[in-house]
Structures are given as structure tokens and as C-alpha cells.
């Protein structure tokens, strides 16, 4: 039996990520994550830089509630998806879509948010540095979040790779910023309820840091 399309056999990561897009249509269900809606519903509206945006609904969320947000993603097709659902919810106008691979994209001026949701990946990421340089765009007074599975949903395929998941502490120690000059507001696993493909519910950690600098 041969499995035609079988993603897992893409190394590239824009063909990878391409690929599950194109194939799927809407993967995701276009709600804001939970963890950026607790760590960003209060804070003052400006510029947000939306890292791995996917098909946009952080970026739809940020628009709405006031941001002018440049949302990132290596696949085309999230992009177009997101710019349809971002005219569809009338923030069209709010964001800026770029496609653009995370490896080698630099951050063009500076953010009062930089958000990094979920950015795991089963084909080749330089996390750390992705990191480093989004820390690096973050404005005076402006806040990094970085959110990650503190580990994989039941369901995931990727629960048997060599995909490293790190905790709150890993990435704050990755990123390496200096004391004086940074504030750690979160720094914590929380429970989520997030639903299965099947409909079940589970209780899954995510690992939160915001950190905001001086």
C-alpha cells in the first residue's frame, strides 16, 4: 500500500508546512490561543509582531482589539486563509501579512509585542535563535511572550520524534537576557482544556513567558 503526500518525508521546512496547509485547508479552529489572551488582554494596544501566525488568529485577535500586527508564517497558504478570515472579521486593514521563512527572517523596527505561540516544529527550527532575535525586536517597555506545549496532546504525531519541548526556565535561560534590562512577568506551566480531533476533551500544559523590557 503507498501513501502518496506523506509529509513526514519533507525535510523542507516551506515545503512541509506548505504542504499540510494546502492539503488540509483550515487546520486550526481561528480561536486567539489561550495563553495570549490571559497574558495580553490588558495590555495597552500597539505594534505586535505575530512569529509562526499560522492562519491567523492571533493576529485576527490582536487587530480587533486594537494592534497593528505583522503576522509571519513560511506557508503561503495560512497566510491567504488568514488574510481572508482577517477581512471576513472587518481588521483587514490592521495587518500585515509576510511570508517568510523564521530562520533567516530579520524583524524589521521594533515591537510593543512579540509573540512566539507554538513554535515547534517536526522539520529543522533554530528556536533558540528565532528567540534571541525576536527578544531583540521587542520596543522599550514592550513585552515577549513565548508559549509552548509543555508536552504533546494525545493525539499528536509528534510525540515520538526527537522534538524537544522546552519548559518556561529552558527558555528564558535560551534566551539569555540581561537581568537589568528585562522584567520576567510569567513564568509558568498552565492547564488548558483544549478538545481532540474526536471531539474528546484533555487537560494540556502549556509553558508561558512573558517577560517585558525596562
Request: hydrophobic residues 40%; proline residues 7%.
Amino acid at each position: 500500500m503507498t501513501h502518496h503526500h506523506e509529509p513526514e518525508a519533507i525535510t523542507d521546512p516551506a515545503a512541509y508546512w506548505e504542504n499540510r496547509y494546502s492539503e488540509r485547508g483550515q487546520t486550526w479552529s481561528g480561536r486567539p490561543n489561550a495563553a495570549l489572551v490571559r497574558e495580553v488582554s490588558d495590555v495597552q494596544p500597539g505594534r505586535a509582531l505575530d512569529l509562526g501566525c499560522g492562519e491567523g488568529g492571533d493576529a485576527i485577535w490582536l487587530a480587533g482589539r486594537g494592534w497593528s500586527v505583522s503576522a509571519v508564517d513560511i506557508s503561503p497558504s495560512a497566510l491567504a486563509l488568514g488574510a481572508r478570515n482577517a477581512k471576513a472579521a472587518g481588521v483587514a486593514a490592521r495587518i500585515t501579512w509576510i511570508a517568510a521563512d523564521l530562520a533567516s527572517w530579520q524583524p524589521d523596527g521594533t515591537f510593543d509585542l512579540v509573540s512566539a505561540q507554538f513554535l515547534h516544529s517536526p522539520v529543522e527550527l533554530p528556536r533558540g535563535d528565532i528567540l534571541r532575535r525576536a527578544a531583540s525586536a521587542v520596543a522599550p517597555g514592550g513585552r515577549l511572550l513565548v508559549v509552548g506545549h509543555a508536552d504533546f496532546p494525545p493525539w499528536s504525531s509528534h510525540q515520538h520524534d526527537d522534538m524537544v519541548l522546552p519548559g518556561p526556565d529552558e527558555v528564558l535561560a535560551d534566551l539569555a537576557l540581561p537581568p537589568d534590562r528585562w522584567t520576567v512577568l510569567t513564568q509558568a506551566t498552565v492547564q488548558r482544556e483544549a478538545s481532540a480531533p474526536d471531539g474528546r476533551t484533555f487537560t494540556l500544559g502549556d509553558s508561558v513567558l512573558t517577560v517585558r523590557r525596562h
